[in-house]
T-cell receptor, first 114, second 115 residues
């Protein structure tokens, strides 16, 4: 089944404790991206990747890192999480840019930082 | 810069009523793509429609229809004869340029359909 898989679905952590949210897609998509969803703000792009080893910042990259060492994986890293990073996170992928084909989204990761 | 505005935060209707969700966008690009996504209470994001800037034809898919008007920079979405299963958050989104890698979302409209 074609899908984008994020793990974990739920995560509660404390301020400053490094964490990684994994994202994997099995559709051979070149484009992958991370979004965070906050009430009243919709989804905002954190980082995106056009292909292996090619990444760029989105609208809200501060406090996040990403890597794209393999085509299928695009982990989101929070080196020192803070409470303002409490949010619902979505990973997404598509064949081309975000305009040329619809994004396929993972099921989301709800992160709470205390 | 690109921007999407969904002015309606919440809409509540009784089953079988029609509901229209407004979406206004801003972009300087002549080539762009507009999307609608649905987020049901279970939380996943479901793709509904993609429309490019050169195709202003309205579209109907079952009880869903979309009205794209470049003159007013709007891409409105209507659910006809709403059902309880239509209760969800609906997002309008914009991607400008065929090689653009940014999808800008509106804040979303929460639709509640009461039985």
């Amino acid at each position: 089944e074609a899908q984008v898989t994020q793990n974990p679905r739920y995560l509660i952590t404390v301020t400053g404790k490094k964490l990684t949210v994994t994202c994997s897609q099995n559709m051979n998509h070149e484009y992958m991206s991370w979004y965070r969803q906050d009430p009243g703000l919709g989804l905002r792009q954190i980082y995106y990747s056009m292909n292996v080893e090619v990444t760029d910042k989105g609208d809200v990259p501060e406090g996040y890192k990403v890597s794209r060492k393999e085509k299928r994986n695009f982990p989101l890293i929070l080196e020192s999480p803070s409470p303002n990073q409490t949010s619902l996170y979505f990973c997404a992928s598509s064949f081309g840019g975000s305009g040329t084909s619809p994004l396929h989204f993972g099921n989301g990761t709800r992160l709470t930082v205390t | 810069a690109q921007k999407v505005t969904q002015a309606q935060t919440e809409i509540s209707v009784v089953e079988k009523e029609d509901v229209t969700l407004d979406c206004v966008y801003e972009t300087r690009d002549t080539t762009y793509y507009l999307f609608w996504y649905k987020q049901p209470p279970s939380g996943e994001l479901v793709f509904l429609i993609r429309r490019n800037s050169f195709d202003e034809q309205n579209e109907i898919s079952g009880r869903y229809s979309w009205n794209f008007q470049k003159s007013t920079s709007s891409f409105n979405f209507t659910i006809t004869a709403s059902q309880v299963v239509d209760s969800a958050v609906y997002f309008c989104a914009l991607s400008a340029g065929s090689n653009d890698y940014k999808l800008s979302f509106g804040a979303g409209t929460t639709v509640t359909v009461r039985a």
